[in-house]
DNA sequence: ACATTTGTTAACCATTTGGTTAAACTATAT
DNA sequence: ATATAGTTTAACCAAATGGTTAACAAATGT
């Protein structure tokens, strides 16, 4: 009855991890670190989740669990064309400068051990580019886009919505800007990558 | 005047400590590792590099002087705007292919000490914007190209050759293609990514 | 020849780290 | 109230880790 403190503890952990994790990485992460964040004993821990790398998996299925919905739009979703690829990028870039450091923590643990993609494959709802392949390959053949593969439309995709935060400490040193205006420049881009890839493939 | 063996032990430390900390990175690297990858003692190590932090550091270093090379090309070249682009995402891919680890390596380690960009900002020869805002701007205003801020046309074309390498694990899982397959994907995009880039902002 | 500097090693050390244990505390059921 | 199952903690442990020391070996200068 008494629903006041509800999903305590694991919870808790739960997201004392993900920000620790998400900040420095399953080798960076400290489990007493984490215990602290938590606000508790660090063998709770282990009582919770047994060992560091399980911990580390709960989280980072979590973090991926929250991307691929996204991911899921491009490539699932029955729109049109155009229509997928402004709403993806509109909607992903406003998603991650929300969640900053997500796409950084996926993407370098999953460098760090490529098998484990295996593993999340295997998962439910992990994206799966077949539908977006069929779209792509029928406008290029109704002649109503240029040709291109979709495998490298979708690679460019990808890379024009995720790497501006992934590369952002370098890209900020480049461009000599700073961090209010940097921002600026991701706000602007969740129309402007659409455009680009649009007007990059249109005839 | 005997030459045989020349450089030896400092660069053999160099060597190494690339290796192991390209694939760890700073964190995940281990003294003794490097030190049985350079085949020598631990406390060689200190010897000639004092702590691992300034080891890293010397290593980092060389591997960023490794690509800004690359990306100066971008930047400082005396060529047209659409001939940068071209020799640019061939040449860096081309390096890439050779290199697979750096990229990744470079963007880890500033994601995780963004502060060091400061650092590399002051050596010498780290690449800088200027030349190529110019070019895009006029480029512009004589309505030879849309309408596009240097800025984002830079980030956009380090975005779509940096990040199918430093993503390659995640696009595998999600294109569902081979090693192989996507080797040649990104032997493809040597040309394709300039062609798409071109497309993308001509008129 | 020999003294001095430079390079290299084995053994050692203090600290950190993931993980364990046994006891204590809390809630729940009987 | 009291046994029982679940939760939490302090103290502990073995292994790993970055770094140091002191002795030894190899060049190098005189």
């Known amino acids: 009855m008494n629903k006041i403190k509800d999903t ?16 420095k990485g399953m080798v960076g992460a ?10 508790i004993n660090k063998a709770l821990l282990h009582y919770y989740f ?22 899921n739009e491009v490539m699932n979703a029955d729109t ?3 229509e997928k690829i402004r709403s993806f990028s509109n909607n992903y870039i406003s998603f991650v400068i929300k969640h900053p450091y997500l796409p950084n923590f996926v ?27 069929k779209q792509v390959n029928d406008k290029v053949a109704e002649g109503n886009i240029r040709h ?7 690679i460019n ?16 040193g480049f461009t000599n800007v700073n961090d209010i205006t940097y921002q600026q420049l991701m706000e602007d881009r969740k129309t402007e990558v ?10």
């Open 8 to 23: 305590t503890t694991e919870t808790d952990i739960l997201n004392a991890a993900k920000r620790i994790f998400q900040h």
């Open 30 to 39: 400290r489990m007493q670190e984490i215990a602290d964040e938590a606000g």
């Open 50 to 71: 047994r060992s560091k790398q399980l911990l580390f998996e709960a989280v980072f299925k979590m973090a991926f669990s929250m991307l691929a919905p996204q991911l």
């Open 80 to 82: 049109s064309l155009f």
């Open 107 to 133: 993407i370098q643990e999953l460098n760090r051990n490529p098998e484990f993609v295996q593993n999340l494959i295997a998962e439910k709802n992990f994206p799966n580019i077949v539908k977006f392949k």
């Open 148 to 154: 291109i593969k979709a495998e490298q439309l979708f």
């Open 157 to 172: 995709i990808m890379a024009l919505n995720i790497f501006p935060f992934i590369g952002a400490p370098l890209l900020k």
């Open 194 to 203: 659409a455009d680009f890839i649009i007007n990059a493939i249109k005839i």
